[in-house]
Structures are given as structure tokens and as C-alpha cells.
């Protein structure tokens, strides 16, 4: 990608982001920064509110959130039919996990760099004698392929994982974990929250049978929104006991007795969505469509080398991926104490986070190299 167009595009999208104005932002992975549209959007759902009182809910509101599946149908290669929103990845889960039969598969595999709630969602169901296996890290940094390998077997039921591994950024192998579990006779569950919006992501070409990601990070639209992939064929044989009225068939007819799951992916939904996060949402996911995930993978991925190399000159350690084409817009940075540091960083404006032993940066495409310098050399000073 030319150096000029990589300048241009932080020319034309940095002014759409009035964070910049005031601080260097560098924390993406935590909260996307808030961008003028979605403040609009925002806006138009207090005015409609305001205007319309629940009647919104009919002439507008669920047509936002028909709007806000469908744009993420498109951006993770998926038919609208086998989308859902939901009002977090925890949520999504437990309904996904109450319609998988662990009866004579009781295992699941997954990590310990995966992010606790995907671990915790099995670890809770012992009780109901579910088997999770956390893989170890060698390195901190990712679990080798051949680790699941070794473990997947014919007791394995679902194999449950990261795309992005928030603690290093590495990418997984997600099409290999894919085939890998269907060659056991096991399903693939993807934590994609880290990739989705920086990465591109076809689930259909991964292989994958669930996909969860939501708007918090990389996609631009603030709190309170989960999405759900579940691949098409799966989804009649699939039946939630955590359910809610927004996951039956002719809701509004308000039928205690009459108990029919959709029969499409919005079956998985639970209970009434977030609104206002839906229209911030919804132009967060225009604007990641108007940038391009490719154009936004080039860019992140130029301003993440930026940033790790003058970590490393700095004299600092950095945990990431060997591999460049395996690192995502995350790089850790490796302190002593991180909590301290990323205070001492947002006293001289530069807004990153901490982890456990290190320092996380993750630009996206709004930021430019004079963030990273100046956030490396205030951690170094």
C-alpha cells in the first residue's frame, strides 16, 4: 500500500473522530473510539424517542436492528438468515451452549489465552458433566495448531476459541482449528471480538459453525451489542432452552402457549436489544464498509510494525506473534508495572490499556505514526 495513501486515509477519517483533538488514542481492542456518525445516530434514536415515544419501536427501531444484522451479515460473508444480535458475547454464548448436546460429547477444548468469559461459560457446567480442557501456552504469545490437534478427539463436542487472542494478538489458524474439529466429528466456535473490523473475516470460508463478535472494539459502535453467526444448515437442528420472546416465531401475538423457535439464527436472540446501541452500531459497521477491511488490515498492520519496532529499539520486550502476517493491531508491550504506566501515559495524552505484565496498544486505521512515537517515548521516559 503506498505511503500516500496510507497518510491520506488518516487525513480523511481522523477529523471524523473528535478524540483526537485532545488526547492520542490508541485502544481500540478496549472501546473503538466514538466517531461523529454514531453520535449523530445516537441522537437520531434520543430525537425518534423523543418524537415518537414507542411507536419508534415499529415505524424505526426494528428496522435498525433488520439494518444493523444485515450489515454484519455482509461484512462477515454470511446470509442475513444466519445472523443474530445479542446483548453481549456472555449472552450469546449461554444460548448457544444450552442447544449443543454434550450427552455423549461431553469435552470441550479451548485456551488459556482465550478471553476468561468464553472458558468460564464451561468451567460453570461441570456440574452437568461437561470435560473443558484449557490448552496451556508455551509462550504466552499462542497455542500451537497441533496442541488441539492432539486434544480434539471423539469425546469432543465443540471446540471453542479466539480468532485474536487478546493477550498477544496473534491470529489463529481459524479454517485449520475448522477442519480440524469436523474431522472429529466436533463443531467450531469462534471468538472473533478482536478480529472483526481489523481483519477480514468470511465464516463461510473458515468453516466455521459459530462466529460471535460485537461492537465495543474494532467495529466502532460502543457498548451493549453482541453478533452472532451460526452456519445455515445447523441452525433447525439447534433448539436454545435459554430463549426469549425475541426468539420466537409471531412475537408481537404475545402467546404464552404457543411456543415456536424462528427459524433462522434469531432464534439465539435474548430479550429486548439495546437501541442506542444499535444505531451507534450501525453506523459504526457503514463506516468499517466505506473504509474497507482490506484497506483497514493494510493500514493496521503497517502502524503495528510502526509501533512494535520502536518498542523494541526503545529497549522494551515485546510479546507478539513471530510471524508479522500472524500479529493483529495489538502489540503488548511488556512493564513491570502496567497499571502505573498506562497512567503515566494518559497524564501526557495517550489513552492505551494494561494486562497482566504489559502494556496493549492497538491503533486501527484513524491513527498515524505520531501516535506511536510519542506513546513510546513517553512509556520510555
Not at 7 to 31: G, Q, T
Not at 198 to 210: C, I, K, S, Y
Not at 362 to 375: E, G, I, L, R, V
Request: aromatic share 8%; glycine share 8%.
Amino acid at each position: 500500500m503506498p505511503k500516500s495513501e496510507l497518510y491520506e486515509l488518516a487525513e480523511k477519517y481522523r477529523p471524523e473522530f473528535p478524540i483526537f483533538r485532545s488526547a492520542s488514542y490508541l485502544n481500540s481492542c478496549s472501546l473503538g473510539a466514538l466517531s461523529q456518525r454514531s453520535r449523530a445516530a445516537l441522537s437520531e434514536f434520543a430525537d425518534l424517542w423523543d418524537r415518537r415515544g414507542a411507536s419508534a419501536w415499529y415505524e424505526h427501531w426494528l428496522n435498525a436492528c433488520d439494518d444493523t444484522r444485515a450489515a454484519f451479515a455482509r461484512l462477515v460473508g454470511a446470509d442475513v438468515s444466519e445472523t443474530a444480535l445479542a446483548p453481549s458475547i456472555s449472552a450469546a454464548l449461554s444460548s448457544i451452549v444450552s442447544a449443543v448436546d454434550f450427552g455423549v460429547r461431553p469435552k470441550v477444548v479451548t485456551s488459556e489465552l482465550d478471553f476468561p468469559t468464553l472458558v468460564y461459560q464451561f468451567l460453570a457446567r461441570g456440574a452437568d458433566g461437561i470435560e473443558t480442557v484449557v490448552l496451556p501456552s508455551p509462550d504466552g504469545v499462542s497455542v500451537p495448531l497441533e496442541s488441539f490437534a492432539e486434544t480434539i478427539d471423539e469425546r469432543t463436542a465443540l471446540v471453542a476459541t479466539s480468532h485474536v487472542y487478546f493477550t498477544s494478538g496473534a491470529i489463529q489458524d481459524v479454517a485449520a482449528l475448522a477442519r480440524l474439529a469436523h474431522e472429529r466429528g466436533a463443531l467450531c466456535l469462534i471468538d472473533a471480538y478482536q478480529s472483526t473490523g481489523q481483519l477480514p473475516v468470511d465464516a463461510r470460508e473458515l468453516g466455521v459453525d459459530f462466529l460471535l463478535s460485537g461492537a465495543l472494539k474494532w467495529l466502532l459502535g460502543g457498548a451493549g451489542l453482541a453478533y452472532v453467526y451460526v452456519r445455515g444448515p445447523l441452525i433447525e437442528g439447534l433448539e436454545p432452552t435459554a430463549v426469549s420472546w425475541f426468539g420466537v416465531e409471531d412475537q408481537f401475538a404475545f402467546d404464552p402457549m404457543a411456543f415456536k423457535l424462528r427459524a433462522d439464527a434469531r432464534r439465539f436472540e435474548l430479550g429486548t436489544p439495546a437501541v442506542p446501541t444499535v444505531y451507534t452500531a450501525r453506523a459504526g459497521l457503514q463506516l468499517i464498509d466505506e473504509v474497507g477491511v482490506e484497506r483497514i488490515r493494510r493500514r493496521v498492520s503497517s502502524l503495528t510494525e510502526d509501533l512494535l519496532q520502536r518498542a523494541l529499539a526503545a529497549g522494551f520486550r515485546v510479546r507478539s506473534a513471530a510471524d508479522p502476517e500472524k500479529r493483529s493491531g495489538i502489540v503488548m508491550v511488556e512493564h513491570p508495572d502496567p497499571a502505573v504506566a498506562v497512567r503515566r501515559l494518559a497524564e501526557a495524552g495517550v489513552i492505551v490499556d494494561h494486562r497482566p505484565g504489559a502494556v496493549r496498544f492497538s491503533p486501527h486505521f484513524y491513527n498515524t505514526t505520531d501516535d506511536s512515537q510519542k506513546a513510546i517515548r513517553v512509556l520510555g521516559g
